[in-house]
């Protein structure tokens, strides 16, 4: 039976699944597929507007389909005031799809009600209809069929109008010439018929196998010179089963003409034909053939006279799966129908399997000669009836999605170096800086060596381990050095490290706190370190800012939300750092930072007096000092959140990935010293040590009591002054 | 050439299609809805637009079927607020109509004078229920049109018509925090029994019975719904009740308890309105995003109705996909919904928020502000902003890849917090000459950002990423517009009152210009032969246009313009501005200060945003004023969110279904069903046409008898009496009868075996039929000679018995 798919269907019938675009904008593709149902889909959303089931279709497969044709019609409404704004209705509906099914029988079903309209059997055909076409301007219907007639019906009525032999032969396609009063018929031959007195006109024989595809491709004929009597002149083609070549004919007004004027070559047998008329003379004929093995071939020709060589096509389109992996090769995926759309340069394609064609508007480009389009057609066997009815389209949000957070860096422009022009006018400047910073690092180098020598006996080797790691990138290295939780240990560590790899390792920490935030907190508790302790050789390096802008800019981000009370922790862990290393160095020696710093006794000595407006127990001067200044800050800040009388941290629905990350720091006081602590040692440039001068009315009693601070600590100069080399 | 005619101003994607009650057809198979000024009808099967019924001039208040008669549809407007039908009160409708103060409504009924025309004046009114709702869904009739409920504020109150009493039934109101939302929403009654179902402010239905008594009436109480329930509607059987409101849920209640509730979830937005088709086999509901969901019996939703949807406001703008063609713009929460104008109906909603939307009142929502579309579709960046206090604002931009291969947008980068404050404007460079896609955020922080697509490929996989290349700001101002010049190469940035130019290269500030006439509202360049202007309006309604070249102020002009558009396809530019009357649209070219085209009071609300879409095919107006709808057509969107266009179209060529226009008569195939039943019936109907041929044919044979002609063509005078004539007269009918009948009985036997073959093999019918008529043909030849020449032969058919006949 005829149900039984495309391989086996009989080989007169066009090759591919019936199916056509409804006329003017092509807004549906009806399709009439292999098991007898019909489906119409949209084509701009590719959603399946409606399925309709013949109650015929496993008998009467459809065999052919076409739409009504769009007609503009006057309609006579009463002519009312005119309104000021008046709606736009369901303009251009093309509801009639005539569909032929292979018993015979013609089905108008109407798109706009979803059933089936008329049924067209008395005194038509008695065997498989192979093509219909619908007059564009008298209503009548025109079918031919495998039982040798043509039928001319009266749609209005469904009634036959009439009935005449075509053929010896089964008679396969149907074509009426644009004015409307001549139709081309194939068989075996093809006839141009008058429709009206239902004689032959001409003959044109050429094609060996039975000819499956008719179609008018001008409308003008190409000379006006001689007086056009609606068909004369005109070009039209014809394929053919088996046939790989499109011919062209003319009709031509000597009775003798027989062969075809030229032809077009294509891959396979032609399934699909679809062409756009030109407007003028010098606006060529554009064509679009769809053949069997899936390809589409398009054509750009002006048509005028002979042309002895097969044209091959101006572009062919193929469309292919992804391969996936390198193994599975990419597969054709057969295009089943192109149209071009109303504004000629764009060609809808109708590809994939029949059940579920994907729909899409390719915008054509005349240069390319082969176009392979790749596309994954492999989730549209996935049930997409939920979407239909909702109309909703999820975009694709995978974990591939690359995600900018405030810091990371992309989320802000880059902080460059200055531009090569700026650089030569300081290159003065520059030279002897340079000069400065060569020396530097020579004697670094020298302490270096002197360091690891002296400490290597008496240490572990974290010091090692980290340098080692940081210069070979080795990322189990790295882990176990940075993943320690001891506080003293990365300290210790922190204060043997070599020199030169602290900018390494500064990069190596700002890259680990991007990542996730639990290992952002041991990474914090490093960079606190690194920074507090190589703070003065950081701020000799020259390209600082453009060396750790990420970290800079990651920083900014994160106390953001805290930040007049993180540039205020920031200001006293730092004072109270370098105090206790000042306080240290008098008892014991360390060979950097005595070398390198020498701090100011008065700020000391405020730092003492300033005791009491915490109202905190001295600071001691223990062993385990981070301890001790810890919970001094703590108290501080115990001060300080309760003059503000608020609680800092408030839980919101929808966090924002800054408070996420902090989040996981641990208790509130942990995550607030987390956050000025990174804040506050960063970078000594005047501005992030000046004091909050702006917005002070913001935060009045924080503001006062930096105020008060400055006063007590008799620091009235910004706090840059304190930490400047004073080496020289 | 097109024929010219005056541009108007013409509506497209409809109005609201929630405004009312959708209503079945009997058969189910369409549905009516309310629709501004018109009645839509609908498929339910297709969702396909039917018919338009026009007839009123303002907005169309209520549509009921006329219950018996179904092809007839009452509709009203105008002052009247809804409508009421009852199959009991044949000729008398009832509507709700507004006395003296505004907030007092009646009940009325009309008598419908018998009147064929489309238009009918009724004069007489009578009164049934006075200060009422003025919703429809606060009336509703019970059990078979007995009693009429109405429902307001706190009390409901029953009419019964055949009492002609009324009862009225009061739930404590605010006195205590409990009761505080017990206004009633919306009233529904029983189709069989005595028994009306209340909606109510806090979520609960009540079902009322023995309301005839004022003091032993009973009421249960149905909850689920957490808010006000919008809608109710008992099943035509009246066995379930459906219930709808805020949740976007619909409920139905089976048996009317409490425990027995089957619930279709999901359904995008607000139900507004149940209605159930008189069938049973289908109900509708319509939702706030101007949709109605076609649900069958099961509730399964089965199609969906959608217009333009009209629930959320517009932040985006309008837009033109450069891929689809459509128009885009905000659509449901956090959506963005594609429409196509060329069919005139929506093509689908994008999720670009993607998560679950809580409808709920009070909830501050996830907005999407801004979207635009770059390099020819390839990408989509969207920004989307939740505010819940002032200091607490969180900003996500996606960027969205366009993925040929799965045809569909796939998420590349996702930035959060692009800028610390609201960004303002989005814009890509679309130049051809940039192969980098590069895209602009201008923001409220004071800066604009410049983000560019760069490789992000390492080991793993290959793969773009976008980040930002450059951060501007001008003296921390707040950046309120920015564009690209056509060619790319210029990119514009107004801060407040200053517009800054900067080089796309290198992104140096090259020049500013400063008009101090308020801040810079819209900026735009000019296109192809002008785009060395540029221009902006600002807030205190000056129009200006800068020369690029010169850096000087070309003209500027007063106007205080709300949308500035270019046209892509040419140097148009379009200014829609707002008077105290209404909106007027003035599009002009930068190279002159004189507009080319200007229409007044194009439409009496504010126009809020508006769009050039490249027409597919140029029309070619030759008219100086038409010539700039030629590649483009303008569409504008007014504050009440109807999308309207200009047209040179007269209504009448507007396209018809083609079934209508080709006429063609619907035939309906027979089915194997008709074959089995239907076969008897079609015998019988042979017969009786039999019957009625013979009597037919019988008619030009008397004219053939003697007797007959004798009687009829001899003067009067000459004639004998009458009751001499008479036998003759007689016995000359019988005789011609009887011939008749004689020759159809082998006919009729030749018509029986013809059907038989007709069930073997339907395809020889045709033949068959045409020997059918030969045959008929043949005898009515055999008949005509029969009667005249062998009268006496046929005598003897007399005594043939016919007594079947009469069986017929």
């Given at each position: 039976m005829a149900a039984g798919g495309r391989g086996v269907a009989d080989p007169l019938s066009p090759a591919g699944v019936p199916c056509a675009f409804s006329p003017l904008n092509q807004a549906y593709f009806a399709l009439a597929s292999a098991d007898g149902q019909l489906r119409v889909w949209e084509t701009a959303n590719n959603r399946l507007h409606q399925e309709y089931v013949p109650s015929a279709h496993l008998s009467g497969t459809c065999t052919c389909l076409a739409w009504a044709p769009a007609r503009l019609q006057a309609k006579e409404s009463p002519q009312r005031k005119k309104r000021k704004s008046e709606a736009i209705g369901p303009s251009n509906q093309i509801d009639l799809l005539a569909l032929g099914t292979a018993v015979g029988s013609i089905l108008l079903y109407s798109t706009v009600k979803g059933e089936l309209h008329s049924k067209l059997i008395s005194g038509g055909h008695d065997n498989k209809v192979n093509c219909i076409q619908w007059h564009q301007d008298n209503g009548c219907l025109y079918s031919c069929s495998d039982d040798k007639h043509i039928v001319e019906w009266n749609t209005q009525t469904c009634k036959v109008k009439c009935k005449w032999k075509g053929d010896n032969s089964s008679v396969s396609s149907l074509c009426i010439s644009p004015d409307g009063k001549m139709l081309l018929s194939a068989g075996r031959t093809i006839k141009l018929w008058v429709l009206e007195t239902k004689e032959i006109y001409r003959h044109f024989t050429g094609h060996a196998t039975p000819v499956s595809s008719l179609v008018f491709t001008t409308v003008r004929p190409p000379s006006e010179s001689q007086p056009f009597d609606g068909v004369t002149g005109l070009y039209f083609l014809s394929g053919a089963v088996h046939d790989r070549l499109l011919n062209v004919w003319q009709v031509r007004s000597e009775n003798k003409e027989k062969n075809a004027v030229?032809?077009?070559?294509?891959?396979?047998?032609?399934?699909?034909?679809?062409?756009?008329?030109?407007?003028?003379?010098?606006?060529?004929?554009?064509?679009?053939?769809?053949?069997?093995?899936?390809?589409?071939?398009?054509?750009?020709?002006?048509?005028?006279?002979?042309?002895?060589?097969?044209?091959?096509?101006?572009?062919?389109?193929?469309?292919?799966?992804?391969?996936?992996?390198?193994?599975?090769?990419?597969?054709?995926?057969?295009?089943?129908?192109?149209?071009?759309?109303?504004?000629?340069?764009?060609?809808?394609?109708?590809?994939?399997?029949?059940?579920?064609?994907?729909?899409?508007?390719?915008?054509?480009?005349?240069?390319?000669?082969?176009?392979?389009?790749?596309?994954?057609?492999?989730?549209?066997?996935?049930?997409?009836?939920?979407?239909?009815?909702?109309?909703?389209?999820?975009?694709?949000?995978?974990?591939?999605?690359?995600?900018?957070?405030?810091?990371?860096?992309?989320?802000?422009?880059?902080?460059?170096?200055?531009?090569?022009?700026?650089?030569?006018?300081?290159?003065?400047?520059?030279?002897?800086?340079?000069?400065?910073?060569?020396?530097?690092?020579?004697?670094?180098?020298?302490?270096?060596?002197?360091?690891?020598?002296?400490?290597?006996?008496?240490?572990?080797?974290?010091?090692?381990?980290?340098?080692?790691?940081?210069?070979?990138?080795?990322?189990?290295?790295?882990?176990?050095?940075?993943?320690?939780?001891?506080?003293?240990?990365?300290?210790?560590?922190?204060?043997?490290?070599?020199?030169?790899?602290?900018?390494?390792?500064?990069?190596?920490?700002?890259?680990?706190?991007?990542?996730?935030?639990?290992?952002?907190?041991?990474?914090?508790?490093?960079?606190?370190?690194?920074?507090?302790?190589?703070?003065?050789?950081?701020?000799?390096?020259?390209?600082?800012?453009?060396?750790?802008?990420?970290?800079?800019?990651?920083?900014?981000?994160?106390?953001?939300?805290?930040?007049?009370?993180?540039?205020?922790?920031?200001?006293?862990?730092?004072?109270?750092?370098?105090?206790?290393?000042?306080?240290?160095?008098?008892?014991?020696?360390?060979?950097?930072?005595?070398?390198?710093?020498?701090?100011?006794?008065?700020?000391?000595?405020?730092?003492?007096?300033?005791?009491?407006?915490?109202?905190?127990?001295?600071?001691?001067?223990?062993?385990?000092?981070?301890?001790?200044?810890?919970?001094?800050?703590?108290?501080?800040?115990?001060?300080?959140?309760?003059?503000?009388?608020?609680?800092?941290?408030?839980?919101?629905?929808?966090?924002?990935?800054?408070?996420?990350?902090?989040?996981?720091?641990?208790?509130?006081?942990?995550?607030?010293?987390?956050?000025?602590?990174?804040?506050?040692?960063?970078?000594?440039?005047?501005?992030?040590?000046?004091?909050?001068?702006?917005?002070?009315?913001?935060?009045?009693?924080?503001?006062?009591?930096?105020?008060?601070?400055?006063?007590?600590?008799?620091?009235?100069?910004?706090?840059?002054?304190?930490?400047?080399?004073?080496?020289? | 050439m097109v024929e010219e005619e005056s541009v108007r101003v013409v509506r497209c994607g409809g109005s609201e299609l929630n405004f009312r009650r959708a209503v079945f057809s009997a058969d189910s198979k369409y549905i009516f809805c309310v629709s501004g000024d018109f009645v839509k009808v609908h498929s339910t099967a297709t969702e396909e637009c039917v018919h338009i019924l026009q007839g009123h001039r303002n907005l169309v208040t209520g549509i009921q079927l006329n219950p018996n008669n179904h092809l007839q549809t009452f509709v009203v407007g105008l002052k009247l607020h809804a409508l009421f039908t009852l199959p009991s009160a044949e000729d008398s409708v009832f509507v709700i109509i507004n006395k003296e103060k505004p907030d007092v409504f009646q009940l009325v009924s009309v008598k419908l004078p018998k009147s064929s025309s489309q238009e009918i004046e009724a004069k007489e009114l009578s009164f049934v229920l006075d200060y009422i709702n003025q919703s429809p869904k606060c009336i509703a009739f019970g059990n078979e049109g007995e009693y009429v409920a109405a429902v307001r504020d706190f009390y409901l109150s029953v009419y019964f018509f055949k009492k002609k009493t009324t009862s009225r039934f009061t739930l404590s109101s605010s006195r205590n925090k409990k009761h505080a939302k017990n206004n009633f929403t919306c009233v529904a009654c029983h189709p069989k029994e005595d028994c009306i179902a209340t909606g109510h402010k806090d979520g609960k239905i009540r079902l009322w019975r023995n309301f005839d008594d004022d003091k032993k009436y009973t009421y249960t109480c149905l909850h689920w719904h957490h808010d006000m329930v919008m809608d109710l509607a008992f099943s035509v059987t009246g066995t379930s009740l459906l219930s709808g409101g805020r949740e976007s849920v619909l409920v139905e209640w089976r048996d009317a308890t409490e425990k027995n509730k089957e619930f279709l979830p999901r359904l995008g937005a607000t139900i507004e309105h149940i209605s159930v088709s008189p069938a049973g086999d289908l109900f509708c509901t319509s939702h706030s995003d101007n949709k109605i969901i076609v649900i069958h019996r099961n509730l399964e939703a089965s199609a969906v109705i959608q217009g333009l949807v009209k629930d959320s406001n517009i932040f985006t703008g309008l837009m033109v996909d450069p891929r689809t063609k459509a128009l885009v713009l905000n659509g449901k929460p956090g959506h963005l919904q594609f429409y196509s104008l060329q069919h005139d109906k929506q093509l689908y909603n994008l999720d670009i928020i993607q998560q679950e939307y809580i409808n709920d009142y009070g909830l501050i929502q996830i907005e999407l502000t801004k979207a635009a579309f770059g390099c020819y579709g390839n990408w989509l960046a969207t920004v989307e902003q939740r505010q819940e206090k002032e200091t607490e604002l969180e900003l996500q931009m996606k960027l969205w890849m366009y993925n040929k291969k799965t045809q569909g947008f796939v998420l590349n980068t996702k930035v959060n917090m692009p800028h610390e404050d609201h960004?303002?404007?989005?814009?890509?460079?679309?130049?051809?000459?940039?192969?980098?896609?590069?895209?602009?955020?201008?923001?409220?922080?004071?800066?604009?950002?410049?983000?560019?697509?760069?490789?992000?490929?390492?080991?793993?996989?290959?793969?773009?990423?976008?980040?930002?290349?450059?951060?501007?700001?001008?003296?921390?101002?707040?950046?309120?517009?920015?564009?690209?010049?056509?060619?790319?190469?210029?990119?514009?940035?107004?801060?407040?009152?200053?517009?800054?130019?900067?080089?796309?290269?290198?992104?140096?500030?090259?020049?500013?210009?400063?008009?101090?006439?308020?801040?810079?509202?819209?900026?735009?360049?000019?296109?192809?032969?002008?785009?060395?202007?540029?221009?902006?309006?600002?807030?205190?309604?000056?129009?200006?246009?800068?020369?690029?070249?010169?850096?000087?102020?070309?003209?500027?002009?007063?106007?205080?313009?709300?949308?500035?558009?270019?046209?892509?396809?040419?140097?148009?530019?379009?200014?829609?501005?707002?008077?105290?009357?209404?909106?007027?649209?003035?599009?002009?070219?930068?190279?002159?200060?004189?507009?080319?085209?200007?229409?007044?009071?194009?439409?009496?609300?504010?126009?809020?945003?508006?769009?050039?879409?490249?027409?597919?095919?140029?029309?070619?107006?030759?008219?100086?004023?038409?010539?700039?709808?030629?590649?483009?057509?303008?569409?504008?969107?007014?504050?009440?969110?109807?999308?309207?266009?200009?047209?040179?179209?007269?209504?009448?060529e507007k396209l018809t279904p083609t079934s209508k226009q080709l006429l063609a008569e619907e035939s309906l195939p027979t089915t194997p069903f008709y074959f089995i039943l239907g076969k008897h019936r079609e015998q019988q109907d042979e017969k009786i046409n039999e019957a009625f041929e013979s009597e037919l044919v019988q008619l030009p044979l008397t004219e053939n008898i003697p007797a007959i002609s004798e009687l009829l063509h001899t003067p009067a005078h000459v004639l004998p009496s009458a009751s001499f004539l008479c036998s003759k007269f007689v016995s000359s009918l019988l005789l011609s009868k009887e011939t008749k009948s004689g020759e159809e009985i082998p006919e009729d036997v030749d018509m029986e075996e013809g059907k038989e073959s007709d069930d073997s093999d339907e395809e020889n019918d045709f033949t068959e039929k045409i020997q059918d008529t030969n045959n008929t043909d043949l005898g009515e030849d055999l008949l005509h000679q029969l009667s005249k020449s062998e009268e006496k032969e046929l005598r003897k058919f007399r005594k043939v018995d016919y007594s079947w006949i009469t069986v017929l």
């Open positions: 030229m032809s077009f070559t294509v891959t396979d047998e032609p399934v699909y034909i679809d062409l756009t008329l030109s407007e003028n003379k010098e606006e060529p004929v554009k064509l679009a053939v769809v053949c069997k093995d899936g390809q589409v071939h398009l054509f750009e020709h002006i048509l005028n006279g002979y042309c002895k060589k097969p044209l091959t096509s101006n572009c062919t389109i193929q469309i292919v799966t992804p391969g996936k992996g390198k193994k599975s090769t990419p597969k054709p995926i057969p295009i089943l129908a192109a149209g071009f759309c109303s504004d000629k340069m764009s060609l809808l394609l109708v590809y994939g399997n029949w059940f579920q064609p994907t729909i899409e508007r390719v915008a054509l480009s005349s240069k390319e000669p082969h176009m392979c389009l790749v596309r994954d057609i492999s989730n549209c066997w996935a049930p997409k009836v939920e979407t239909a009815i909702t109309k909703v389209r999820t975009p694709v949000m995978n974990s591939e999605a690359k995600v900018l957070v405030p810091g990371v860096p992309g989320h802000h422009a880059a902080i460059k170096p200055p531009p090569s022009q700026t650089e030569e006018v300081e290159s003065k400047r520059k030279l002897g800086e340079n000069e400065i910073s060569i020396e530097e690092r020579l004697g670094a180098l020298d302490i270096d060596t002197k360091k690891e020598k002296d400490d290597l006996p008496q240490t572990n080797s974290f010091p090692v381990l980290l340098t080692q790691g940081l210069e070979s990138n080795d990322f189990e290295m790295l882990n176990k050095v940075l993943q320690t939780r001891n506080l003293n240990l990365i300290k210790r560590t922190v204060l043997r490290m070599p020199l030169h790899a602290v900018i390494p390792l500064l990069q190596e920490l700002t890259k680990r706190l991007q990542g996730h935030p639990n290992s952002a907190v041991l990474m914090v508790q490093w960079l606190k370190c690194v920074l507090t302790v190589h703070a003065s050789y950081l701020s000799t390096l020259p390209d600082l800012v453009p060396q750790l802008g990420t970290l800079y800019q990651l920083m900014e981000s994160r106390v953001k939300t805290f930040q007049k009370l993180s540039h205020l922790h920031g200001k006293l862990i730092l004072l109270i750092t370098q105090v206790t290393a000042s306080e240290k160095s008098k008892g014991m020696t360390c060979p950097e930072q005595k070398a390198k710093l020498v701090y100011e006794e008065g700020a000391v000595e405020a730092m003492r007096k300033g005791r009491p407006i915490y109202s905190q127990p001295e600071i001691r001067m223990s062993k385990n000092k981070s301890e001790e200044q810890n919970r001094c800050l703590r108290g501080c800040f115990g001060y300080f959140l309760r003059l503000e009388g608020q609680h800092p941290y408030k839980t919101t629905t929808r966090c924002h990935p800054c408070f996420v990350q902090i989040s996981a720091f641990g208790s509130l006081e942990e995550k607030l010293l987390v956050l000025t602590s990174l804040w506050g040692c960063a970078f000594c440039t005047p501005d992030f040590l000046g004091l909050p001068q702006r917005n002070h009315e913001a935060l009045p009693v924080l503001f006062s009591g930096v105020q008060v601070l400055k006063q007590s600590l008799g620091v009235s100069s910004p706090a840059t002054r304190i930490m400047r080399r004073t080496q020289k | 960004i303002t404007a989005l814009c890509f460079c679309n130049a051809e000459k940039f192969e980098n896609p590069t895209l602009v955020t201008s923001s409220k922080d004071g800066h604009f950002k410049v983000w560019i697509l760069t490789d992000d490929s390492d080991i793993y996989k290959k793969a773009v990423g976008w980040t930002c290349d450059f951060v501007g700001s001008y003296h921390k101002y707040q950046a309120t517009n920015c564009c690209f010049s056509e060619d790319g190469s210029l990119l514009a940035v107004s801060f407040e009152e200053i517009v800054t130019i900067w080089d796309s290269e290198t992104w140096e500030l090259k020049c500013t210009f400063c008009q101090r006439a308020g801040k810079i509202r819209h900026l735009c360049f000019g296109r192809l032969t002008c785009s060395k202007y540029l221009l902006g309006a600002t807030e205190n309604g000056i129009l200006c246009c800068w020369n690029l070249l010169s850096c000087a102020l070309e003209w500027s002009a007063k106007l205080n313009v709300r949308v500035m558009e270019p046209d892509p396809n040419s140097e148009n530019i379009a200014a829609i501005s707002r008077s105290s009357v209404g909106s007027d649209l003035f599009v002009f070219k930068p190279s002159e200060p004189r507009p080319l085209y200007i229409q007044k009071n194009i439409s009496r609300e504010e126009v809020q945003w508006g769009v050039f879409v490249p027409r597919d095919v140029p029309e070619s107006f030759t008219s100086e004023a038409y010539q700039w709808l030629n590649r483009s057509q303008f569409y504008f969107l007014t504050k009440s969110q109807s999308l309207l266009t200009f047209s040179t179209k007269s209504p009448e």
